[in-house]
């Protein structure tokens, strides 16, 4: 349970940790809340590892003309606990509060997770249904991308060789708009058998607006349009939401494991879509 | 664990067929894999170097293709042994003609052993998938050269 040995940097300005990763061997750590247990078992063996906690323009939240930009190196605890964004984007912080364990929250990171594109992690459900957006700079680069095209598939991201998240943006959540993030979670590891993100709002006693991520059913999270479209204009009556959140984990082929099969993952996504909307709908103002 | 599914190609159903018999297609093919080298009649050594996420690691083992029937079907056995674990799969694979082009269907078994299906069971499933698909994408993307 040690690992193997390693060259370790821990720059303190982002220009110098751009460099290094540039140079093509190095592997960032972000928290280390995935990577440090593999190097441990020896699954993974990186040469040099880039710690990126001490530089300054990977952390902080902060909001500008109706965005809000959470660096890297933010940790989950700071997502959950942030005064922001407990008040302008409440649904992040409400994911943030369901991942692991307090250690975890403690160390992990929102560019880490990110970047480790594991398919069953909290994030990307809300991230989804926030339409967030990924920004990513290398040495010579910066850009801003959609998470959609930033998650290509299990374990895999649009990042280049050389390329770190530098932050994270995430719509200013309108006054009315109702949010919840609901999960069903694999005791041991604390991951999402399924995680459901919903965001709702209403104009007239209608839904005027649905969106919906899911985690944990396939082997990427995805933004469940069919329901979105299933939603908007009903009255969000129990109805309406059983009938939208039926077709959940409709064309995705669900996963399967010791932990759940995958026709209870795809039962389960229906059932915690549904209590997602539910609870969004009744916060919804 | 089970696996199954189903592929299409846009290859005619011979062209299709001997793709898949061909060592050096199918080492193209095979996420990670560095080269097949002949031990007999379809029977390759392998060696393969496996990279998702953060795991990294060199599997050797041997790729084997038995019960051949012309251009309907075959198995296609995969073994490989690493540090970090071992893993063995076999497989019927049946070609038909569909929509102009072929699809491939398969069936099968993988067993996942060592370190990384003690931590990594949950996900196991998702991943064989993942590499079963870029195994068919790499192949699709071969054949359209």
């Known amino acids: 349970m040690i690992a193997q040995n390693f060259e370790y940097s821990s720059p303190t300005s982002l220009d110098e940790a751009l460099r290094i990763v ?52 933010t940790t989950h605890f700071q997502v959950e606990s942030s005064a922001l964004l407990r008040a302008s984007c409440p649904l992040l912080a409400e994911a943030a509060a369901h991942i692991g364990d307090v250690q975890v929250r403690n160390m992990g990171t929102l560019g880490g997770s990110l970047a480790h594109a594991d398919p069953a992690a909290d994030y990307p459900a809300s991230l989804f249904a926030l339409e967030a957006r990924v920004r990513l700079i290398s040495a010579s680069s910066d850009r801003t991308i959609a998470l959609g095209d930033f998650l290509v598939d299990t374990f895999t991201t649009a990042a280049e060789a050389g390329e770190m998240i530098r932050e994270v943006i995430v719509p200013v959540e309108e006054a009315g708009t109702g949010v919840s993030y609901q999960k069903l979670l694999q005791p041991a590891s604390g991951f999402a058998i399924v995680g459901v993100a919903a965001r709702i709002r209403k104009a007239g006693g209608k839904i005027s607006m649905a969106r919906v991520g899911v985690t944990g059913l396939g082997p990427m999270p995805y933004r469940a349009m069919t329901v979105e479209n299933l939603l908007v204009g009903t009255a969000g009556s129990p109805e309406d939401i059983k009938k939208a959140a039926s077709v959940a984990a409709a064309g995705v082929e669900a996963n399967s494991d010791i932990h759940a099969s995958a026709a209870y993952r795809a039962r389960m996504a229906a059932v915690y879509a549904g209590r997602a909307i539910q609870a969004a709908v009744s916060r919804a103002a | 664990m089970k696996i199954g599914g189903a592929y299409q190609l846009p290859l005619g159903r011979d062209r299709a067929y001997s793709l898949l018999q061909d060592p050096a297609i199918l080492a193209g093919c095979i996420p990670g894999c560095d080269g097949l080298v002949r031990t007999a009649d379809h029977e390759y050594d392998m060696k393969m170097k496996l990279a998702l996420a953060s795991i990294s690691g060199l599997f050797e083992g041997k790729v084997r293709i038995t019960e051949q029937k012309e251009p309907r079907s075959f198995r296609l056995g995969v073994e490989g042994k690493g540090k970090i674990g071992f893993m063995k799969g076999e497989g019927l694979l049946q070609l038909a003609d569909k929509d102009g082009g072929t699809e491939v269907s398969y069936e099968g078994d993988v067993h996942v052993g060592g370190t990384i299906a003690a931590v990594g069971q949950r996900l196991l499933d998702t991943t064989a998938k993942m590499m079963i698909k870029r195994f068919f994408d790499k192949l699709a993307e071969i054949a359209g050269q």
């Open chain 1, 22 to 73: 540039a140079g093509g061997n190095a592997k960032i750590l972000a928290g280390g809340m995935s990577l440090i247990p593999l190097m441990k078992l020896r699954l993974a063996a990186p040469e040099h590892l880039v710690d990126l906690r001490q530089i300054p323009d990977l952390q902080g939240i902060s909001e500008e003309r109706g965005s809000i930009r959470i660096g890297a190196m």
